[in-house]
């Protein structure tokens, strides 16, 4: 089996511990804000929608609610607090693919590939349209990704006709926007990514929120729902919200409707912040345009500058724990921070010396489909959306108003969609799900260290429209 560049010129280790000696485990995103406090739960109360959640989902299913209607009573539900999770721990991009992807929409959707295409369009620009409107401080920046192959065998990947906003790039000029010695090529999108400060993006919606009337309870985490004929009920641990509907938003964290215990699994992202960059550093490697910047492995890293320009870099490993469990202690994994920290430095040689300033890991809530999928329980009065696999962040503006749409009862062309009325495929249950994600892992990267040559594992999971993503 071959090697990949990452093996090929990989740094000593002695510049790895160093690059690594000061971090903190620690969510840099987090640390960055101020979060204000929301009370907690602790009495019965009435709402003609309460959302479980405060999230990414939940919070623009707040938004969305009571923009259709100012004068509902809406009740948001947070077991931690807002934007603790998924939410304030990825990379801060904000894609406008629906789908996980041009090919994974081509594989499963693909009579309604270009209407989900404007749709995922139209919702990235509407996000926009919400900052602006609402002065929504996060560090929104609509720069695109480039996406660079960094061995041969996946330079055509890349090739293709080029429009306006997307364009490829030879060796010369994608380095000319990023300099590395891995990047051999790259294909510059530049419109459907914008990037943010993912826990500005969290807060942000919660005031907004907030200022229109929603009721925002933190460490109010919900053990049940029970159902009568008109009304739904939720129950925390010392509270009571007795809802007409009901807007499930858990994401990652179990389901709190049976049916949806198995159709997604948590798999652990591991990630690292540089301290900022000196004027020199940044202009030994370009990036002018701090555009997003993603690898095309199997197991690929991403990465992209933050306002005050840190580089964040992480992906590669995506690690699913026996059981399916979610434990703080997952979160400090030293041998995926020292295989990041070694990438980077093979990625961009010319920053040795530099320190990370943060290391943490978040929680993605992968389905077998890759993207979101969507649904009611207890006669339409529940909704949900889960299973946004990485790529959800502008993704659950859109199941925002999938929910809202099919807790109305309305048809309208979101809840038309295949892709919205279908669900994917369960995972199985332990020790099955284990054993197939590993494998599926392996076989993953194997691919990577043969030129991309799927065995006959992934051909088959392919066929079946099934597998497992970095």
Request: hydrophobic fraction near 40%; aromatic fraction near 8%.
């Amino acid at each position: 089996m071959g090697s990949t560049v990452f093996e090929r010129q990989a740094p000593a280790a002695s510049l790895v511990d160093a690059a690594l000696a000061g971090s903190r485990p620690s969510v840099f995103w987090l640390d960055d804000v101020t979060r204000p406090a929301h009370p907690s739960l602790d009495a019965t109360v009435d709402a003609d929608l309460a959302i479980v959640g405060g999230g990414y989902t939940g919070l623009w299913t707040a938004v969305r609610a009571k923009e259709r209607d100012p004068d509902a009573r809406v009740v948001l539900l947070e077991a931690g607090g807002i934007g603790g999770a998924a939410s304030g721990r990825n990379g801060g991009f904000v894609e406008a693919s629906l789908t996980h992807g041009e090919a994974n929409g081509e594989r499963r959707w693909p009579e309604e590939l270009a209407q989900l295409d404007r749709l995922g369009a139209a919702n990235l620009d509407a996000i926009e349209e919400a900052v602006g409107r609402y002065g929504i401080a996060a560090d929104f920046e609509r720069t695109g990704t480039l996406s660079v192959a960094v061995e041969p065998h996946q330079i055509p990947w890349l090739e293709g006709p080029d429009t306006p906003d997307d364009v490829f790039l030879d060796e010369a000029a994608v380095r000319g926007e990023i300099a590395s010695p891995t990047f051999l090529a790259g294909r510059w999108d530049r419109r459907s990514t914008a990037l943010v400060h993912p826990g500005k993006l969290a807060l942000e919606p919660a005031r907004v929120a907030a200022e229109l009337g929603v009721e925002i309870f933190e460490h109010s985490p919900v053990r049940r729902l029970d159902s009568s004929a008109d009304a739904v009920t939720v129950r925390t641990e010392r509270g009571t919200v007795r809802a007409a509907r009901v807007a499930l938003a858990t994401n990652a964290f179990p389901s709190l409707l049976r049916r949806n215990r198995l159709m997604t699994v948590p798999v652990y992202d591991y990630v690292l912040m540089t301290e900022p960059l000196t004027e020199g550093q940044l202009a030994s490697i370009g990036w002018r345009n701090r555009q997003g910047l993603a690898d095309l492995a199997n197991q690929f890293h991403y990465s992209r500058l933050t306002a005050d320009n840190r580089i964040l870099y992480g992906g590669y490993d995506a690690v699913y724990y026996s059981g399916g469990r979610i434990r703080p202690e997952y979160e400090e994994r030293p041998a995926s921070f020292h295989r990041l920290a070694s990438h980077f430095l093979t990625t961009f040689p010319q920053l040795e010396g530099i320190r990370f300033s943060h290391r943490w890991a978040g929680v993605i809530d992968t389905s077998t489909r890759f993207c979101a999928f969507f649904g009611t329980a207890r006669r339409g009065r529940v909704a949900y959306a889960a299973g946004f696999t990485g790529l959800g962040v502008a993704a659950t503006r859109f199941a925002a108003d999938v929910m809202l749409d099919k807790l109305d009862g309305a048809s309208t062309e979101l809840t038309e969609l295949r892709m919205v009325r279908e669900r994917p495929l369960p995972f199985p249950p332990e020790p099955a799900a284990s054993i197939g994600i590993n494998l599926t892992r392996r076989s993953l990267d194997r691919a990577d260290h043969r030129d991309g040559k799927r065995d006959v594992l992934l051909k088959t999971l392919d066929a079946l429209g099934l597998g497992f993503d970095s």
